[in-house]
């Protein structure tokens, strides 16, 4: 099988370039709808790398559809009906970003990104190791690393302009932030989108250990879920059979070239360093490998 052509960066001439992200690239189609284009960059560390991972774009796309269209009884979502044919008429300019573009509402995002948390691992790790709390929530003593958690929990960060680090909040920061009501509700349906995800990918065999949600609402106050969902970027997947307690076990995202970065002399700002071919290869067979068992099973 032949590796999927990578796009690093779209360049569509008939849309007015919204934005570039540390993945995505937004383009504005009218007042209330955005085309959200998902490139095969790849950040780690808040750096967005000088390569990409092939169809990574493809996978988070199709994988974030599919979470989408699952999840719509928890919550609605930012999807349109409108058809990519229609937003890009041209048939050359929508070649290059087929299977990697979706029309969205153009809804306002929330200024939180919505963590949670089913397993003590990564930031958290060190977090409890440090005080026995993560982000400042108590936890029992004597867990271990990647130890299930008694219940998931809910640990907030605002969200950082590219190049930045995302900073962990308190919940009572976030109800500062946009309010009591809407606060309650995002963590309540983050808490719930987990739970419900959690439990259908176990038993496909990855294990969700964390993942990150995003919302926004309507000009009549209505909380959507937005950006990605259930991701190899935007969550830690892990293989139920290699899960192990008091070890970091190996996973389906990009753990791996984090893995690779920390063995590198790189104070992990920009630019950063190239990736070895067999390290981007590794990362897109895993992104692929994800999406299969959660999409296929």
């Keep these: 099988m032949t590796a999927p ?19 995505r690239d937004i383009y504005d189609i009218d007042d209330q709808h955005m085309l959200i284009v998902t490139t095969d960059r790849l950040s780690a560390f808040d750096v967005i790398l000088p390569d ?9 796309t199709n994988v974030s559809n599919f979470w989408f269209e699952k999840m719509k009884h928890v919550m609605p979502n930012h999807l349109s009906d409108i058809p990519l044919e229609q937003a890009v008429p041209d048939a050359a300019e929508r ?13 306002k995002p929330l200024p939180v990104e919505a963590i949670v948390r089913g397993y003590l691992i990564g930031s958290g ?32 960060s605002t969200k950082a302009e590219v190049g930045d680090h995302d900073e962990n909040v308190s919940f ?3 109800v500062e932030l946009m309010g009591r009501d809407l606060a309650e509700k995002v963590r309540d349906a983050s808490l719930k989108l987990y739970k419900e995800a959690a439990a ?6 990855i294990i969700i250990a964390d993942t990150k949600f995003e ?23 892990w293989p139920v059979d290699q899960y192990e307690v008091g070890i970091s076990p190996p996973s389906f995202d990009k753990q791996y070239v984090r ?5 590198l002399d790189w104070d992990k700002t920009a630019p950063g360093p190239h990736l070895p071919a067999e390290v981007a290869e590794y990362c897109a067979a895993k992104y692929r490998e994800a999406e299969v068992r959660l999409t296929q099973g």
Aim: aromatic content about 8%; overall charge neutral; proline content about 6%.
């Design 95 to 107: 070649a290059q970003i087929e299977g990697r573009a979706i029309v969205v509402k153009l809804l």
């Design 125 to 156: 790790w060190k977090d409890y190791q440090k005080s026995g709390a993560v982000c400042g929530i108590k936890l029992p003593e004597g867990l271990q690393q990647a130890q299930q958690l008694p219940e998931p929990i809910y640990t907030p």
């Design 200 to 205: 259908y990918a176990k038993e496909r065999g």
């Design 5 to 23: 052509e990578a796009l690093y960066q779209s360049t569509l001439s008939s849309l007015k370039l919204r934005a570039r992200g540390k993945v």
């Design 259 to 263: 893995d690779y970065l920390e063995t």
């Design 52 to 60: 990409p991972i092939p169809g990574k774009g493809r996978v988070l």
């Design 172 to 174: 009572e920061k976030t």
């Design 215 to 237: 919302f926004g609402i309507d000009d009549d106050g209505v909380l959507y879920l937005i950006d990605e969902a259930l991701t190899p970027d935007s969550s830690r997947f």
